[in-house]
């Protein structure tokens, strides 16, 4: 990985959640797919460029609204999904 690469980050508790939406965004040859947790996100993205961004159905409300926040000082425009879980 290197600076300024695309990358999409795939943010949840749930590794095997995180690992499976990685694993298919990878399988679409997507660009650079990161998973990380919602405390670790921006040093796990280091220097790339943030394309996107998938945020897990598990996180609680505010957590969403703070990784929003944060998103909003790095890159306003960066697109965001918020996944959901199937009834």
Do not use: Y
């Not at 695309?6 to 949840?12: A, E, G, P, R």
């Not at 095997?16 to 399988?27: G, I, P, Q």
């Not at 921006?42 to 996107?52: P, V």
């Amino acid at each position: 990985m290197t600076i300024g690469e695309k990358t999409i980050l795939v943010i949840d508790h749930d590794l095997t959640v995180s690992r499976h939406v990685k694993e298919l965004l990878e399988f679409m040859d997507s660009p650079c797919v990161v998973t990380a947790m919602p405390d670790d996100w921006l040093e796990r993205l280091g220097q790339r460029r943030l394309e996107a961004m998938f945020v897990g159905p598990e996180l609680e409300e505010n957590t969403v609204e703070v990784l929003l926040t944060e998103l909003e000082t790095l890159d306003p425009n960066v697109p965001v999904v918020v996944m959901q879980e199937q009834a």
